[in-house]
Antibody
Framework: EVQLVQSGAEVKKPGESLKISCKGS????????IGWVRQMPGKGLEWMGI????????RYSPSFQGQVTISADRSISTAYLQWSSLKASDTAMYYC??????????????WGQGTLVTVSS | EIVLTQSPGTLSLSPGERATLSCRTS???????LAWFQQKPGQAPRLLIY???SRATGIPDRFSGSGSGTDFTLTISRLEPEDLAVYYC??????????FGQGTKLEIK
């Protein structure tokens, strides 16, 4: 069974750094892209970026390029989303997700449970 | 970047009625690259339709997708109370970013 299990909720102060995780299981982690989606409180879904753990090829939305870093550790089947200096506007639910298939671009079919990040002074 | 515009913003219908949700893209999207998601309150999104018209695994046949080019439609026939959710379209064409629409909120009277 394919599963994506995300790290727990975080409460941080502006300016702090943060790295959240998403552990994949039940499939070949290095054969599928894995992506991140932001959902700010009461708002819609925003596609942030994706990484291919097989070779660490990473693509970002222009809206998030330079604001976050997406990475992956193949040895433990885990993808990461990190910030070097959080802002209050980073407060959101963050989902990791895996596409339907490993070939050409595909929509996310498997989703993590979400990690709520709260940034407040 | 391709912009997706969904309409209406909110749809209020009764059980048993038919819901028609629209998604318009700012550029033509291959019919193989348009998906629909359902997000119920407090839950992660769930893939309903991919390739504009193919139902994902386990999705009831009450849900159907159609369209091509820049105009796509999600139809939910015979609404049930459990269909209360926000519905999003997404394009996943040849290159990222794979943008989402802003969502349509479906209310069940």
């Amino acid at each position: 069974e394919v599963q994506l299990v995300q790290s727990g909720a975080e409460v941080k102060k502006p300016g702090e750094s943060l790295k959240i995780s998403c552990k994949g299981s039940g499939y070949s982690f290095t054969s599928y892209w894995i992506g991140w989606v932001r959902q700010m409180p009461g708002k819609g879904l925003e596609w942030m970026g994706i990484i291919f753990p097989g070779d660490s090829d990473t693509r970002y939305s222009p809206s998030f390029q330079g604001q976050v870093t997406i990475s992956a550790d193949r040895s433990i089947s885990t993808a990461y989303l990190q910030w070097s200096s959080l802002k209050a506007s980073d407060t959101a639910m963050y989902y990791c997700a895996r596409p339907l298939h490993s070939g050409s671009p595909a929509p996310f079919d498997y989703w993590g449970q979400g990690t709520l990040v709260t940034v407040s002074s | 970047e391709i912009v997706l515009t969904q309409s209406p913003g909110t749809l209020s219908l009764s059980p048993g009625e038919r819901a028609t949700l629209s998604c318009r893209t700012s550029q033509s999207v291959s019919s193989d690259s348009l998906a629909w998601f359902q997000q119920k309150p407090g839950q992660a999104p769930r893939l309903l339709i991919y390739g504009a018209s193919s139902r994902a695994t386990g999705i009831p046949d009450r849900f159907s997708g159609s369209g091509s080019g820049t105009d796509f439609t999600l139809t939910i026939s015979r609404l049930e109370p459990e269909d209360l959710a926000v519905y999003y379209c997404q394009q996943y064409g040849t290159s990222p970013p794979y943008t989402f629409g802003q969502g349509t909120k479906l209310e069940i009277k």
